[in-house]
């Protein structure tokens, strides 16, 4: 059993920068990718950005250039940091963990660009 608890939303204008953490229980992080995501309001869930266990990254081509991925194997956590935000990446951010057959995902932070 794995549970992923984000934080780090909040509001921040056009421009601004937010950095949102996701802590998983369990022993299975290290070896675990992870993702974060997002939905807006009357979308569909789109995938944000991948990190594998050997730290290997992957962007959404909306967030490429202003997102970065990271991951404390030690802290059994990853980040987000975001940077250069617009109205449209408000969301709820959701954090995901994956190994084998196991799929975990957070209960999401709301992060609202807005002047």
């Known amino acids: 059993q794995v549970q992923l608890v984000e934080s780090g939303g909040g509001l921040v204008q056009p421009g601004g920068s937010l950095r949102l953490s996701c802590v998983a229980s369990?022993?299975?992080?290290?070896?675990?990718?992870m993702g974060w995501y997002r939905q807006a309001p009357g979308k569909q869930r789109e995938l944000v950005a991948t990190?594998?266990?050997?730290?290997?990254?992957g962007y959404a081509d909306s967030v490429k250039g202003r997102f970065t991925i990271s991951r404390d194997n030690a802290k059994n956590t990853v980040y987000l940091q975001m940077n250069s935000l617009k109205p449209e990446d408000t969301a709820v951010y959701y954090c995901?963990?994956?190994?084998?057959?196991?799929?975990?995902w957070g209960q999401g932070t709301l992060v609202t660009v807005s002047s």
């Open positions: 995901n963990l994956r190994y084998g057959a196991l799929d975990a």
């Open positions: 369990g022993r299975i992080f290290r070896p675990a990718a």
């Open positions: 990190i594998t266990s050997g730290g290997s990254t």
